[in-house]
């Protein structure tokens, strides 16, 4: 598997959530004010309107290699990749009704989990801008007293935070989050697990496994 894996698995789960829960995505886009953590102003949250999400050939259209590269600016060609990866390990299934891929979440959330960390592992680097991810996202930062000197950060020149510097998952994860704050609060969480201490992991696994809709085991 590759790290970029992990963000086509966590969009596709972001995109079954869209699909099965129309009102809760219509609240979203009335998502409050400060669920980002950048400047976009000129780039507002795109989201489709709600009534084609009730056209079963138009949701089929987003889990397309092409829908997805608009939304991660991963390549049509890496997503292919990634996608057949999965179905390899047992991370993706196809819908026998729809053939659209499926994602193995309580697979997904074991591998998060229990292996990320070393498969992937994350470590804080210098002080620069960007956008805060694990403790300091919004998913996390009230409920946690502290986390540390600094805040963790994704690199951007968007950002409004300052903290240490941590590599995303993927190299345009920063790009893919300020299209779905799903997406955002997922990759946070999945960062607070691979860098934090015993504390603010456990509280990321829980928050993660509500978000995946899974038990702890």
Same mark, same amino acid.
């Given at each position: 598997?590759?790290?970029?894996?992990?963000?086509?698995?966590?969009?596709?789960?972001?995109?079954?959530?869209?699909?099965?829960?129309?009102?809760?995505?219509?609240?979203?886009?009335?998502?409050?004010?400060?669920?980002?953590?950048?400047?976009?102003?000129?780039?507002?949250?795109?989201?489709?309107?709600?009534? !084609?999400? %009730? @056209? /079963?050939?138009?949701?089929?259209? &987003?889990?397309?290699? #092409? +829908? =997805?590269?608009?939304?991660?600016?991963?390549?049509?060609?890496?997503?292919?990749?990634?996608?057949?990866?999965?179905?390899?390990?047992?991370? !993706?299934? %196809? @819908? /026998?009704?729809?053939?659209?891929? &499926?994602?193995?979440? #309580? +697979? =997904?959330?074991?591998?998060?989990?229990?292996?990320?960390?070393?498969?992937?592992?994350?470590?804080?680097?210098?002080?620069?801008?960007?956008?805060?991810?694990?403790?300091?996202?919004?998913?996390?930062?009230?409920?946690?007293?502290? +986390?540390?000197?600094?805040?963790?950060?994704?690199?951007?020149?968007?950002?409004?935070?300052?903290?240490?510097?941590?590599?995303?998952?993927?190299?345009?994860?920063?790009?893919?989050?300020?299209?779905?704050?799903?997406?955002?609060?997922?990759?946070?969480?999945?960062?607070?697990?691979?860098?934090?201490?015993?504390?603010?992991?456990?509280?990321?696994?829980?928050?993660?496994?509500?978000?995946?809709?899974?038990?702890?085991?």
């Amino acid at each position: 598997m590759k790290c970029q894996d992990i963000g086509v698995l966590l969009k596709l789960v972001s995109l079954h959530e869209q699909e099965n829960s129309i009102d809760q995505y219509r609240e979203r886009r009335n998502w409050p004010h400060d669920w980002g953590d950048w400047d976009d102003s000129n780039n507002p949250l795109n989201l489709p309107e709600m009534n !084609l999400y %009730r @056209d /079963r050939g138009y949701i089929t259209t &987003r889990y397309t290699a #092409r +829908a =997805l590269e608009e939304e991660t600016h991963i390549s049509k060609s890496q997503i292919n990749l990634s996608i057949n990866r999965c179905y390899d390990v047992g991370l !993706l299934r %196809r @819908d /026998r009704h729809s053939d659209i891929p &499926r994602v193995n979440i #309580r +697979a =997904l959330f074991d591998f998060i989990v229990y292996g990320l960390k070393y498969v992937f592992p994350a470590k804080p680097g210098e002080i620069t801008r960007g956008i805060a991810t694990a403790f300091a996202a919004p998913v996390l930062r009230e409920k946690l007293m502290s +986390a540390g000197e600094f805040s963790l950060v994704w690199p951007d020149a968007r950002g409004n935070t300052k903290g240490q510097a941590i590599q995303p998952l993927f190299k345009s994860a920063t790009f893919a989050v300020r299209q779905d704050p799903k997406m955002y609060a997922l990759l946070a969480l999945v960062d607070a697990i691979r860098v934090g201490h015993p504390r603010e992991a456990n509280l990321a696994i829980e928050i993660l496994s509500k978000e995946l809709g899974v038990e702890q085991r």
